[in-house]
């Protein structure tokens, strides 16, 4: 009987993420029970979100909370709308920026999706392998089935960076029971 030749599987990067010890004791400051590991982590996706939506308006408009607006540019930041996503852990309340015109149109979460899944994959496929920013947009294209330009890929990069940065830094508040 003749044997079919398969394809190889393309070799995936598993190299370990390296977070330094500093940072893992302000998230983990000793023992953690399975809600108390899940509420950090919820409230870390979602201020990544929120600062990823915030760095998708900031595209939208042409620029950042707190700097002059481009000349010409009519549009404004009109605060934030109250939105419930049910993801695979459950529902997370979300604020979603707005703008006085009515124009924005989120795409990592849209303005009328209600579900989000897989959440969690995707963000540690970008970081945990380092990809580009070309690498990024295939992705998000490939996962959320919605063209983004390399441009606002690299202000949510930032963005989220900041936040990462920001929670790495914060006091751990203990828990009581």
């Not at 500093?22 to 990544?48: H, N, T, Y």
């Not at 979603?96 to 989000?116: S, Y």
């Amino acid at each position: 009987m003749p044997t079919r030749k398969t394809k190889k599987a393309a070799a995936v990067d598993v190299t370990p993420v390296s977070i330094k010890p500093e940072v893992l004791e302000q998230l983990i400051p000793g023992p953690m029970s399975a809600g108390d590991f899940e509420s950090m982590f919820r409230g870390l996706k979602k201020a990544l979100l929120e600062r990823a939506l915030g760095a998708e308006l900031s595209h939208h408009l042409g620029y950042k909370p707190g700097e002059e607006k481009p000349e010409g540019q009519g549009n404004l930041r009109n605060g934030t709308s109250g939105k419930t996503l049910i993801t695979d852990e459950g529902p997370l309340p979300l604020e979603i920026p707005r703008d006085r015109a009515g124009t924005f149109e989120p795409q990592i979460v849209g303005k009328h999706d209600r579900r989000f899944t897989g959440f969690d994959d995707k963000i540690v496929a970008m970081y945990s392998r380092g990809m580009t920013v070309r690498e990024i947009q295939a992705h998000l294209t490939e996962m959320y089935a919605v063209e983004v330009s390399p441009q606002l890929i690299s202000e949510v990069t930032e963005a989220v960076m900041a936040e990462i940065a920001e929670w790495q830094s914060r006091r751990w508040i203990e828990c009581t029971r």
